[in-house]
């Protein structure tokens, strides 16, 4: 194509304008198919780019969903002054059920509920079906046929994760700091347990940063 702009701006370009993670078949669909690029040419720009954002305030990562560029964790602190809303508050109940769903999966509210000591609200399972971070794969196969729950692709996304594999260690989850302010948590009236301060988590500044 005649006057078409070097690789390395249009791939820089599409990933600054996404707002999500983007995967290199997505990237190669920008191209008409007699003007593509080579998947490895694809890859190369990519990682190109990640070494350029090295000393910069904005990083390239790859997440499950494909590559992302968002701000630099360090910087998410002044960032964040942006923008006047508080981020959203989540309940040390809803966090703990989001981890034993990431940590046991597949599984059920009742096993939840086993392994906690207390009841799951309807209104964590419903908060966590809408931010996507969790769904029903299937039913155990007992009476009543209770549904199995997992983690999605957006669950990975969101903290700045390629695969499961990618989970940080019980020990560290323990650890206030992998909350992160993105997570700040609120009185739980399930737990009775106190707000704490988070510190810094995983997932590079969250979903705003990350745009």
């Given at each position: 194509?005649?006057?078409?702009?070097?690789?390395?701006?249009?791939?820089?370009?599409?990933?600054?304008?996404?707002?999500?993670?983007?995967?290199?078949?997505?990237?190669l669909g920008l191209f008409p198919?007699?003007?593509?690029?080579?998947?490895?040419?694809?890859?190369?720009?990519?990682?190109?780019?990640?070494?350029?954002?090295?000393?910069?305030?904005?990083?390239?990562?790859?997440?499950?969903?494909?590559?992302?560029?968002?701000?630099?964790?360090?910087?998410?602190?002044?960032?964040?002054?942006?923008?006047?809303?508080?981020?959203?508050?989540?309940?040390?109940?809803?966090?703990?059920?989001?981890?034993?769903?990431?940590?046991?999966?597949?599984?059920?509210?009742?096993?939840?509920?086993?392994?906690?000591?207390?009841?799951?609200?309807?209104?964590?399972?419903?908060?966590?079906?809408?931010?996507?971070?969790?769904?029903?794969?299937?039913?155990?196969?007992?009476?009543?046929?209770?549904?199995?729950?997992?983690?999605?692709?957006?669950?990975?996304?969101?903290?700045?994760?390629?695969?499961?594999?990618?989970?940080?260690?019980?020990?560290?989850?323990?650890?206030?700091?992998?909350?992160?302010?993105?997570?700040?948590?609120?009185?739980?009236?399930?737990?009775?347990?106190?707000?704490?301060?988070?510190?810094?988590?995983?997932?590079?500044?969250?979903?705003?940063?990350?745009?």
């Open positions: 194509m005649s006057g078409q702009p070097p690789l390395k701006q249009i791939l820089e370009g599409a990933l600054l304008a996404a707002g999500k993670p983007l995967t290199p078949e997505r990237l198919d007699e003007g593509q690029p080579a998947r490895d040419a694809v890859l190369a720009v990519l990682a190109s780019l990640e070494r350029d954002y090295r000393d910069r305030g904005i990083e390239l990562i790859q997440v499950a969903g494909g590559f992302r560029v968002q701000v630099r964790k360090e910087i998410v602190p002044w960032v964040a002054r942006l923008w006047e809303e508080k981020p959203a508050r989540y309940s040390r109940a809803l966090l703990e059920t989001l981890a034993l769903i990431a940590y046991r999966q597949p599984v059920t509210r009742g096993e939840i509920e086993d392994i906690r000591g207390v009841a799951v609200s309807t209104h964590i399972v419903k908060t966590l079906t809408e931010r996507e971070w969790i769904r029903s794969v299937g039913h155990r196969d007992v009476p009543g046929r209770p549904a199995l729950y997992a983690t999605t692709r957006k669950f990975l996304d969101y903290f700045g994760l390629r695969s499961l594999n990618d989970l940080p260690t019980l020990a560290e989850i323990r650890d206030p700091e992998f909350l992160g302010d993105h997570l700040a948590l609120e009185q739980s009236e399930e737990s009775g347990e106190p707000p704490i301060d988070p510190g810094r988590g995983p997932g590079g500044g969250g979903e705003r940063c990350g745009r």
